[in-house]
């Protein structure tokens, strides 16, 4: 019978012992208290937990997906206008500034984590969007959610503020958010905060 590493759960001791004997109960040889034979446990690396970081990778390739698909989207959109201007003496009025940037930052905060966001103009959406994923870094549900966002112009001044808000946010869920931005001379987002509900 292999022998197996175990750890003492009173002093932290490290010991083997034969592996039939897991799950029964013998004095530790370092400490002499009684301590059931168990594996010892791995150290765990950091305050993520592992799942979660899994889910805000998806998030942020689920994101990358969405902005390639909605500048797709864009493109096709602008093809079709040209077509249609080339083919008929309509005049097509200039779009406004539709600009995809990515602002991609990560913030921890209160386990929330906020993976990443972006400023995109989806095709036949009214207004910009500042865009991102919302992770719950709790196995709890969070409720009444709410990121914003300070919007900046090109010149990084202040012209306003812009948030989204959820009702729910299941255990380790992600949310993709969708801040409108109003302000026409908005360049770029800055993270101002996220509030929730009090849970009773
Ligand atoms: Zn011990």
């Known amino acids: 019978m292999k022998n197996l590493r175990g750890q003492c759960r009173h002093c932290g001791g490290r010991f083997d012992f034969r592996g ?17 034979m168990m594996l010892e446990t791995p150290k765990i690396e950091s305050g993520v937990p592992k ?7 998806l998030a942020i390739v689920i994101l990358g997906v969405g902005l ?6 864009l493109k096709r959109a ?3 206008v040209r077509k249609a201007n080339s083919s008929s003496d309509v005049t097509a009025k200039p779009q406004g500034p539709v600009k995809t940037s990515v602002i991609a930052f990560v913030i921890q905060t209160n386990d929330f984590y906020l993976s990443a966001a972006a400023l995109q103009k989806p095709a ?8 991102g994923v919302l992770s719950n870094g709790l196995s709890r549900p969070r409720l009444g959610v709410q990121v914003s966002f300070d919007v900046l112009n090109a010149a990084g001044q202040k012209v306003g503020t812009t948030m989204d808000s959820a009702a729910r946010l299941e255990p380790l869920g992600s949310w993709q958010f969708q801040a409108p931005l109003l ?3 908005a360049a770029s987002v800055r993270f101002a905060g996220i509030r929730e509900e009090k849970q009773p």
């Open 20 to 36: 039939d004997l897991i799950g029964s109960t013998s004095p530790c040889p370092h400490c002499g208290q009684d301590t059931e």
């Open 51 to 57: 799942r979660l970081l899994a889910v805000s990778l």
């Open 68 to 73: 390639a698909a909605s500048m797709l989207a």
């Open 78 to 80: 602008r093809s079709m």
């Open 124 to 131: 036949g959406a009214p207004l910009p969007l500042a865009t």
């Open 183 to 185: 302000q026409t001379n």
